[in-house]
């Protein structure tokens, strides 16, 4: 595995989203001046960081053959709580908008376990309904935190670097090596490669679908959480869309939809990659509009390059 | 691999307790009783072949065996000790393992994490112990003198590879019986003897072997006792070394099954299909032959040697960077399936399941999907039509269906495969090409097919036979064609071929090897 | 078999509307259900199309950002370069995104849920590049026949919902009695065996895009109609709406089952829910709640359905 292949591919390999994120990085270091500054770097880990929490969870969920499309809502939901249970005290607070995340994912969970459905289908059920819950419980009201503490958290910094930035970062490592090293995080790509497979080798299934879920609820209440503090408010329509821009940073940092493959260096880079673009053309002042083509464009090439560097062109019958 | 070879090696019964024994065994599904009292038992290095038809409940008694289904009554002795199984995973604790039909590993992990699957080494914190696991596969990879490594990625590797790390995974807990559910199906006959050999060296170690198989020469050639089940009953054991194939087939099928050499086409038109110097990059290279109206054209040769992927060229799924297919004297070179079905090719697919059926849909609407035109007017259907199309070749073929409204999901193998045969007879075609007809289906099936393949070839049709099967090949061919590494070796008659010549020519012994098509 | 599961929503569905309709005098009245049905129309026209789209396997996420997109578009255009001009030019560019979906997941074969994403993402920008960030609307909202589309009535009946209607019973014919609609099925089946028979699957695919395409464009047609105006995300949202009514009616997404009768009455169900909760006093996001309730409950009826099935035919 010494050849070009193994430079893709393989236990060392580079992920192609790095070179890419490496690439825009230097790209826009010559286009603005004011983008290769500590600031701005960090401005950037902090912007990504709430997209960049949801797609942690989602790359389990994902590597385990499945799909959240409820984060989004589950943000806004914890982001409402936090600020709305203040007054009952802070610690209480983010404790109650932790714990809806992790009810949600679990209510996911045991849907998806033991009904069997298509998880797109459950999770999208859980989107509207939990949205449900965030009107019924603001009544269609912003909150606003009153507890400063709690905005000022979302505003801090260890040394020069923002605490929100750090929680991120701590957060990727960790995750990283529950999935490549302990017996939960290979079983997660056991079951998401072959699942009739697994039951056989005794892996219960059930149980690590459950605790996928879980992660993806609890990292989404804890963005909500910290979304919340950044803004130091909550809307009812927090989150909307979040999932979207969830699954695109996860398909681009090469984690596959139908489950068995990828990883949370590549979703780092996924993440990296979108909060880059965009942080670097609102530096080079491009409209936000055309983020939105430019990342679509760029969804569709990764699909296209995928396909023409994997395809055994000449192997395959051309269907 | 000589077929006839198998019969010279036969092993007389081994004396001893047995170390598993299924007594009793009942499993009814609702509606049916799946396995009806069955007994069955396994001795120490000992291997014992079990055979029936499809759908006689071989599958049924060895999931029981491997805790994936629950008996309703009867018992499992292992050891001298009763057993009930909760799981598979709780059998093959117990030393009871099954090596699936179907391949259950994971492709994008390494071979040691799958050989592992559901029991990686552990470290305090639910951390996987990578040493511990590199050190017990190297052990295990040793035994069977595999040829791969630890950290390959499973998906990497060939079948025959994959095969192995199915039977490694078996040697994590020491078994004490082995389940081998068709394990050749997809090996070539290069890779057999390895497989021979393990089960060899198992025996020795004093392991139980149940073999389940539909090939006569191996079962011959490996096993010491054979026991048949037919619709779920069981008919009886018998020692290898005092049977004979036609005996065991009487078992299976309650008759004895005589296969008509005889009775091939005789009379021959001009030429239908002319293939000149086709080529398939990195699949198959100058390849030509032809096949005249009202003649069997056998294509023979081992799984990997290009014979599927030059009929899928023919039929327009692939693209050649050279040379032609002519139909009925015409240029033709399709680059899509559409045009060759339009221009009266029909291609009954290697495997049924996956391209020859969609298994949701009924039997009626499957019957008719390759000709849709002739079924409908101005686009639409006329359902009357389609169900004259479906009765006729339901009756034809003799087809059991409880109706058309069946999903053909349901049905068994061999009634499948006569649906997707029907389908292309219905579009009429001039040329009719059958890659492996009867893998994996029953006798009685098989024999019906043979025999309608040959009706059809007298009544005009020119027909490409594929098979890897030596007697179907010597049964139904005119002409032989051989094929080996992505080359046509020789050409044969098939009435004065010798085995010894289609083995060689298959195997490309005595030539010297291509090197210019490149494989695998 | 698959007629006995969309009566058990049938079932499901009438049960509703007695409960709604002892709560609510109103509810059953002619006239509600004409509203109801109306308001429907828009999701059920978009439905119908992202229905055949499932049907061969794959799925549309595109349809909200699309109708925002044609809805702009017909809107903006119509005082500038007319109605027919604006209509017919809509329907141009619609089909042409179509077009885009149906060839990158057609003839490229991409995965249809990440390239419908992407375009979803970049629709969205392309309506906002277009209209700067501005909603557009009509002036002369009395003077045009525009308003046929979404305010007219034809023989007492409400144009959307012949729309609809007429949508849905072609569409629904042409899938269940045509060649056409039996290849359709075929390719979402098993995809390789209907190559294997023969039959042009990169096109049916491409095609089922071109038909959830004119679908949107017919509900852009009806929404800008109906609005007069159009704010640049209208249809935000609305594939998931979409989906929800398929979803409760019990298409699968797996591809290879289904019909368009199911998605009416899925869209129709989704409909009155929210009508009934509102006359019944709720505020609306209570729909949304009981949406995700009624989803859980239609797919766990319908494995039990499929379970009892699996169970009395022995395979």
Redesign the interface.
């Known amino acids: 595995m010494t050849s070009l292949k193994g430079f893709f591919r393989?236990?060392t390999a580079i992920q192609p989203i790095w070179i890419f994120v490496i690439a825009i990085f230097i790209f826009f270091s010559f286009m603005s001046e004011y983008f290769l500054s500590l600031s701005n770097i960090t401005n950037i880990l902090v912007q990504t960081s709430t997209i960049g929490l949801l797609a942690l969870g989602m790359t389990y969920v994902m590597i385990n053959g499945n799909i959240d499309?409820s984060v989004g809502a589950t943000l806004g939901l914890a982001a409402s709580l936090v600020v709305g249970i203040q007054p009952l005290g802070l610690t209480v607070a983010v404790l109650a908008a932790l714990a809806a995340g992790i009810v949600i994912g679990a209510i996911n969970g045991l849907?998806v376990w033991k009904?069997?459905?298509?998880a797109?289908?459950?999770t999208?059920?859980?989107?509207?309904?939990?949205?449900?819950?965030i009107?019924?419980y603001t009544q269609?009201q912003s909150f606003y935190a009153t507890n400063f503490a709690f905005a000022d958290f979302g505003a801090s910094t260890i040394g020069p670097i923002p605490v929100l930035a750090i929680i991120f970062l701590l957060c990727t490592l960790v995750m990283h090596l529950v999935l490549t090293?302990?017996?939960?995080g290979?079983?997660t790509?056991?079951v998401g490669?072959?699942p009739?497979?697994?039951?056989?080798?005794?892996?219960r299934l059930g149980r690590h679908m459950m605790i996928n879920f879980i992660i993806v609820g609890f990292f989404a209440a804890l963005a909500g959480v910290l979304l919340a503090s950044q803004m130091g408010a909550a809307t009812p329509n927090l989150g909307?869309?979040y999932e979207?821009w969830t699954?695109?940073a996860v398909?681009l940092g090469g984690t596959k939809?139908t489950g068995?493959?990828g990883s949370i260096t590549g979703t780092l880079g996924g993440v990296l990659a979108i909060g880059i673009l965009r942080n670097g053309m609102n530096m080079m002042q491009v409209?936000?509009?055309?983020?939105?083509?430019?990342?679509?464009?760029i969804?569709?090439s990764v699909?296209?390059i995928d396909?023409k560097l994997n395809a055994p062109s000449?192997?395959e019958?051309?269907? | 691999m000589n077929p006839s070879q198998g019969n010279a090696v036969q092993r007389p019964p081994i004396d001893a307790e047995p170390v598993l024994r299924l007594a009793g065994i009942t499993k009814r599904f609702p509606g049916v009783v799946a396995l009806n009292s069955v007994d069955f038992d396994v001795r120490p290095g000992e291997v014992h072949a079990l055979l029936g038809e499809n759908g006689a409940g071989k599958s049924t008694l060895m999931k029981v065996l491997a805790g994936k289904h629950k008996a309703n009554e009867g018992k499992i002795i292992l050891g001298g000790e009763e057993m009930e199984f909760e799981n598979p995973k709780h059998a093959k604790r117990a030393g009871v393992v099954l090596i699936h039909q179907e391949q259950s590993l994971v492709p994008e992990m390494t071979v040691a994490e799958n050989i592992f699957l559901g029991s990686l080494p552990k470290k305090w914190g639910n951390r996987v112990d990578w040493r511990k696991l590199r050190e017990d596969t190297n052990k295990i990879l040793e035994t069977l003198k595999c040829s791969f490594q630890h950290d390959d990625l499973v998906g990497s590797l060939s079948i025959a590879k994959k095969q192995m790390v199915e039977i490694a995974r078996a040697l994590v807990f020491t078994p004490r019986v082995v389940v081998f559910d068709e394990p050749t199906a997809s090996l070539t006959d290069h890779e057999k003897p390895v497989l021979y050999d393990v089960i060899h060296s198992l025996c020795d170690q004093g392991v139980g072997i149940v073999y389940i198989s539909h090939r006569m020469d191996e079962i011959f050639h490996l096993s010491h006792r054979i026991s048949v089940l037919r619709d779920g009953e069981y008919t009886g054991t018998v020692n290898t070394c005092a049977t004979s194939e036609d005996e065991v087939t009487r078992m299976m099928i309650g008759r004895s099954l005589e296969l008509d050499h005889a009775s091939k086409p005789s009379e021959f038109g001009d030429n239908m299909l002319e293939i000149r110097n086709l080529s398939v990059k990195r699949v198959f290279e100058d390849v030509s032959f032809n096949v005249r109206k009202g003649e069997i054209v056998g294509m023979y040769g081992l799984v990997g040697a290009g014979r599927s992927e030059v009929a899928e060229t023919i039929f327009g799924l692939r693209t050649p960077v050279a040379g032609d297919v002519v139909l009925d004297g015409e240029v033709v070179n399709f680059r899509h399936s559409h045009d060759a079905v339009a221009a009266g090719i029909a291609l009954v697919p290697e495997d049924r399941k996956d391209q020859g059926l969609i298994l949701g849909m009924n039997c009626r609407d499957n019957m008719t999907l390759a000709g849709l035109g002739t079924v409908s007017s101005m686009g639409f259907m006329k359902g009357s039509a389609e169900r004259t199309v479906y009765d006729k070749y339901q009756q034809a073929m003799k087809i059991k269906t409880p109706g058309w409204r069946q999903k053909v999901g349901n049905l068994s193998g061999g009634n499948q495969q006569k649906i997707v045969i029907g389908k292309w007879l219905h579009t009429h075609p001039k040329l009719l090409i059958l890659d492996e007809p009867t893998r994996g289906i029953d006798v009685g099936s098989k024999a019906e097919i043979h025999a309608l393949v040959k009706d059809l070839a007298k009544s005009g049709y020119a027909v490409l036979v594929i098979s890897s099967e030596m007697p179907e090949v010597l049964g139904l061919s005119n002409r032989i064609i051989a094929m080996y590494d992505g080359r046509v070796t020789a050409e044969f008659d098939g009435d004065s071929v010798s085995e010894d010549e289609l083995v060689q020519a298959i195997t490309g012994m005595g030539k010297p090897s291509p090197t210019a098509a490149v494989t695998g | 078999m698959s007629f006995l599961s969309a009566q058990g929503i049938l079932v499901f569905f009438l049960l509703g509307m007695v409960v709604f309709s002892f709560f609510s005098e109103q509810f059953l009245s002619q006239s509600n259900i004409m509203t109801v049905v109306r308001q429907a129309s828009i999701i059920g026209i978009i439905a119908v199309g992202v229905t055949v789209v499932i049907i061969g396997g794959n799925l549309d996420l595109s349809v909200g950002s699309l109708l925002s997109f044609s809805t702009v578009l017909v809107v903006d255009l119509h005082d500038k370069i007319g109605p027919v001009n604006a209509i017919l030019l809509m329907f141009a560019l619609t089909l042409l995104i179509g077009a885009v979906n149906g060839f990158l997941i057609g003839f490229m074969r991409l995965n249809s849920l990440i390239v419908t994403l992407a375009m979803l993402s970049a629709i969205q920008g392309l309506v906002l590049i277009y209209s700067g960030g501005q909603n557009v609307d009509i002036a002369n909202q009395q003077g045009t026949w525009f308003a046929f589309f979404g305010r007219g009535y034809v023989a007492g009946i409400a144009v959307p919902i012949l729309l609809f209607g007429l949508l849905a019973i072609v569409v629904q014919v042409v899938m269940s009695y045509t060649g056409y609609g039996r290849r359709i099925f075929a390719v979402g089946g098993n995809p390789m065996a209907a190559v294997y028979s023969g039959i042009r699957k990169n096109w049916c695919v491409f095609s089922t895009y071109l038909i959830s395409a004119f679908c949107v464009a017919c509900a852009a047609l009806v929404l800008g109609s109906r609005v007069m105006g159009s704010q640049n995300n209208v249809g935000q949202g609305y594939e998931l709406l979409v989906l929800a009514g398929i979803i409760l009616g019990g298409t699968s997404l797996l591809g290879g089952a289904g019909s368009i009768w199911k998605t009416v009455i899925g869209v129709l169900i989704l409909g009155f829910i929210q009508n009934g909760l509102l006359l019944m006093g709720y505020p609306y996001y209570i729909q949304w709640i009981v949406t995700w309730v009624i989803i859980i409950l239609a797919v766990w009826l319908d494995l039990a359905n499929k379970r009892k099935r699996l169970l009395t035919t022995h395979s």
Do not use: C, Q, W
Request: glycine share 14%; no cysteine; charged share 15%.
């Open positions: 393989g236990k499309l849907i009904t069997g459905v298509n797109f289908i459950v999208l059920g859980a989107m509207i309904g939990v949205r449900g819950l009107f019924l269609e090293r302990t017996g939960h290979r079983n790509f056991a490669g072959n009739e497979a697994s039951i056989d080798a005794g892996i909307r869309d979207l699954i695109t398909v939809l068995g493959y409209p936000a509009f055309y983020v939105l083509v430019i990342l679509g464009a969804l569709i699909l296209i396909k000449t192997k019958v051309r269907i």
